[in-house]
C-alpha cells in the first residue's frame, strides 16, 4: 500500500499506477477483454457500478476475482436466481442475537464486507430481494427493519445473457451506469487465449502485488479534484447530440457520467479531463442497436 498520499500530484501518479500495476497486468492475463478492463477501471475509480451483456464462460467472474486480487480485495459473487432471498446475499440473521430478541444481520463472509460485487444473471433477481439491491446499487448501504449497513463496495459488477424487459429490472439494469458486451474472443486470437488461460492457471496460489483497497477508495476521494472545466462545452455538446439522436440520457446521468469521465482523466495520471476522456460515453447504451451508433458519434 502507498502510503501518506495527501499531495494532489502524489494522487493523480497513484491513478497511473493503478493502470500499470493493476489494468495492465489484467490485460496480458485476459486477451480480448481490453476495453472491459479499462471499464472496469474507471468504474472503480469512479465508483459506479459496470454492466455485462453476454453468454457464460467468458471469463466474466474470473475477471472480477483477479482483479481483487491485485486491490487486495475481497469478492463476493453469486448467481441469482428467480428463487434467490436476501439472506443468500446480505446474511442471515444472527442466531445467537436472535434468541435475546436481537434482529442483527451475521455479515460474514457475505456481500457487506465485500470491496467488490459481483453479481450473474443478475436480472433474474426477483422482488423479494429488488429493493435491497436497488438500495444498495445506488446508496451502498442495506438496510434491515432498524438496522443500517455502510457497504464499503468498490464498485458493483452486474452480468447477464439478456437485457431487460420488465419495468422493475429496468430499475435494476438503470443502477449500472456503464454496459458492455463480452463475448467470446475472435477464433484467430483463441490461441492467445489458450497460452494466457494456461499460464493464469499455473499460477493459481501465488501472491499478487499490486495496490491496496484504501488506494483505491483514496482515489475515489479525489475524484473532484480533477478539472472538468476546459472540457465542459464539448461535453455539453456531445450530451445534446446524443439525445438528439435518441438517447435518453437524463440529467442525473449526465451528471454522474462526469464521474467516470473524472476517473479516466485519473487512470491516465492527469489532473485535467480532456474530450479524449469521453470515450466512456460509448459504453452507456439501453439497446444493443445503440452501440454502433454510440460508438459513431462519440469517435
Not at 150 to 159: M, N, Q, T
Not at 164 to 177: G, I, S, V
Not at 190 to 208: H, N, S
Request: contains cysteine; negative net charge; aromatic residues 6%.
Amino acid at each position: 500500500m502507498i502510503e501518506k498520499m495527501t499531495a494532489d500530484d502524489e494522487c493523480f501518479s497513484l491513478g497511473k499506477a493503478l493502470a500499470e500495476q493493476v489494468l495492465n497486468p489484467l490485460k496480458r492475463s485476459f486477451v480480448g477483454k481490453d476495453e472491459i478492463i479499462d471499464l472496469l477501471g474507471v468504474c472503480l475509480v469512479g465508483g459506479e457500478n459496470l454492466f455485462l451483456l453476454g453468454p457464460p464462460g467468458t471469463a466474466k467472474s474470473a475477471l472480477v476475482h483477479q482483479l481483487a486480487k491485485r486491490i487486495d480485495g475481497k469478492t463476493f459473487d453469486y448467481l441469482l436466481t428467480r428463487f434467490t432471498e436476501p439472506n443468500e446475499i446480505f446474511g442471515p440473521f444472527d442466531i445467537r442475537r436472535l434468541r435475546d430478541g436481537e434482529l442483527v444481520t451475521n455479515t460474514e463472509g457475505m456481500l457487506p464486507e465485500c470491496s467488490l460485487v459481483f453479481l450473474d444473471e443478475l436480472l433474474n433477481a426477483n422482488s423479494a430481494i429488488l429493493n435491497s439491491l436497488l438500495m444498495a446499487l445506488n446508496e451502498k448501504i442495506f438496510r434491515r427493519g432498524k438496522e443500517t449497513i455502510a457497504l464499503p463496495v468498490l464498485s458493483f459488477i452486474g452480468a447477464s445473457n439478456h437485457l431487460p424487459e420488465e419495468d422493475a429490472l429496468q430499475a435494476l439494469f438503470d443502477r449500472f451506469l456503464l454496459r458492455v458486451y463480452c463475448g467470446n474472443v475472435p477464433n484467430e486470437m483463441l490461441t492467445d487465449v489458450l497460452e494466457a488461460g494456461w499460464k493464469l492457471d499455473a499460477r493459481k496460489g501465488e501472491t499478487i502485488t499490486g495496490l491496496h483497497v484504501d488506494d483505491i477508495k483514496l482515489l475515489q476521494s479525489n475524484l473532484h479534484k480533477v478539472d472538468l472545466q476546459t472540457s465542459r462545452e464539448p461535453y455539453v455538446n456531445l450530451i445534446n447530440q446524443l439525445r438528439s439522436a435518441g438517447m435518453d440520457i437524463s440529467d442525473r446521468r449526465a451528471v454522474k457520467l462526469q464521474r467516470v469521465i473524472a476517473a479516466s482523466a485519473i487512470l491516465c495520471g492527469r489532473a485535467v479531463a480532456m474530450p479524449s476522456d469521453f470515450w466512456v460515453l460509448r459504453y452507456i447504451w439501453d439497446r444493443e442497436e445503440q452501440r454502433e451508433m454510440l460508438a459513431d458519434l462519440v469517435n
